[in-house]
């Protein structure tokens, strides 16, 4: 089927299913959702798609497990965590990265101003970042002198912004606390207490002074700049260089029972993140004005564009050049990478949400059995006979896992090779070991 509009391909796909509704939650990161609607790709591929938002993670993930939704643009965490069966257990399934990076850690002014005394500055009396959470461990033992907890929000149990909080956090010597099996809070052993607030919330619960920090995707934290209440302290391109943020998520049974309908999404989706990075960048303006409509995100077009377009503002006045805050398709971005997913179950295991010791070939299995790398390159494989895009943008020879994330391209200068998880996992200081296990509110185990 097609509208008449968008002219089908001599190789179209024959699609099982061609209406489709799928979810997002407002964020710029859904942007290859809005563009692959936007720009005509999903009627390219001869679907016809509703996007429709939801009120926050968990109402998302189970609409798509229902049925409700056929996909949705979901945390890289959530497909992994409900495969696995940690929260809502259901076999869902990835052919499609939607972006890296696009995160921040944000701070109240109080807190800020706490903080700036133990921060270093340039030449040009500016603080020198990436800014470390060794500087706001003073902060956070101010409060416990003062018998007061330290309460900071992150958007979900098993989201990025949880793992690149407690990542941070941890490098400074501040423990995030555990889960366990009998206690889901995450604050066993804690130093900070973090917990829950859906990302538009968070700027007016820190302007309460329920928080004194979170972290969050855009435009969350610009929000808090533009509002004058707080101050983002760190990317997360600055704490994890290129982590995967966003994936799309669909059930193992609709991607088994709807093969053809998923290469097509894919091949869409391909196209949308395709153009909001070529030229450099040059149709991101055109983004943040579809991004800012109601439907979408529904931000001011100055808070989306003070990160979708090459900057990032950290003090108010303070912005700077981050050009991969946001990366959509540059750098394989799209390309689902089984050490992507390897680093997430890493960090379940650390902190706990894995109660117990796996071997490496558990973290290699989990992670083959949620992302579809196979699916995304054939949708790749279409798309560069099709003239649509480069062969050169794809790793075809890949394996499906990274090379080893540096040391330099880390906060805490421990690098990351995806396939050896164990010997990662124990090279970390704060987070349990190999044959640890929490027992009540400690750590047990060799």
Request: net charge negative; aromatic share 10%.
């Given at each position: ?26 964020l ?16 390219d ?7 429709e ?27 992994i ?43 040009d ?10 500087t ?47 206690d ?57 260089k290129?982590r ?65 377009t ?65 699916i ?71």
């Amino acid at each position: 089927m097609t509208t008449g509009l968008f002219p089908a391909h001599a190789d179209m796909l024959d699609v099982e299913k061609d209406e489709l509704k799928f979810g997002f939650i407002k964020l710029t990161d859904m942007a290859p959702l809005a563009i692959a609607y936007e720009k005509g790709f999903f009627e390219d591929e001869g679907l016809f798609v509703t996007l429709e938002p939801q009120a926050n993670w968990k109402v998302l993930l189970d609409r798509v497990i229902t049925g409700e939704l056929d996909g949705a643009h979901m945390l890289s965490g959530q497909p992994i965590a409900a495969t696995i069966g940690f929260g809502t257990p259901a076999h869902i399934v990835t052919p499609f990265t939607m972006d890296l990076n696009g995160n921040a850690i944000t701070v109240s002014n109080d807190v800020w101003a706490m903080m700036k005394p133990h921060i270093p500055t340039d030449a040009d009396g500016k603080s020198v970042h990436p800014v470390k959470s060794d500087t706001l461990k003073p902060v956070i033992d101010q409060f416990r002198a003062e018998g007061k907890p330290f309460n900071m929000g992150m958007v979900f149990p098993v989201s990025t912004h949880n793992y690149e909080l407690r990542y941070w956090l941890a490098a400074g010597n501040i423990h995030p606390g555990y889960y366990s099996p009998t206690d889901i809070s995450g604050q066993i052993k804690a130093d900070a207490l973090l917990s829950v607030t859906p990302p538009p919330q968070m700027p007016s619960t820190l302007e309460a002074g329920t928080i004194h920090g979170y972290s969050v995707g855009e435009p969350w934290n610009q929000q808090a700049v533009f509002k004058g209440i707080g101050v983002p302290v760190v990317t997360d391109y600055d704490i994890f260089k290129n982590r995967s943020e966003k994936v799309f998520g669909i059930t193992a049974d609709f991607a088994k029972q709807n093969p053809n309908t998923t290469l097509a999404l894919t091949k869409a989706l391909i196209r949308a993140a395709q153009w909001l990075d070529e030229g450099d960048n040059a149709n991101r303006m055109e983004a943040v004005e579809i991004l800012s409509r109601p439907e979408y995100v529904g931000a001011d077009k100055e808070v989306i564009a003070n990160s979708m377009t090459g900057t990032f503002e950290y003090e108010k006045g303070d912005k700077r050049d981050v050009p991969d805050f946001n990366v959509f398709y540059r750098h394989f971005a799209t390309y689902p990478y089984y050490s992507d997913a390897v680093w997430y179950l890493t960090q379940m295991r650390r902190w706990g949400q894995i109660a117990e010791h796996k071997d490496d070939a558990w973290y290699a299995e989990a992670a083959k059995s949620v992302y579809l790398p196979d699916i995304y390159l054939e949708a790749a494989k279409m798309l560069v006979e099709e003239g649509h895009v480069a062969e050169a943008d794809f790793p075809w020879g890949s394996d499906g896992y990274r090379p080893t994330t540096p040391a330099t391209d880390v906060i805490d200068g421990i690098p990351f090779d995806g396939k050896q998880p164990n010997a990662y996992i124990d090279s970390l200081p704060i987070g349990l070991k190999s044959g640890q296990i929490i027992d009540g509110n400690e750590v047990a185990g060799s």
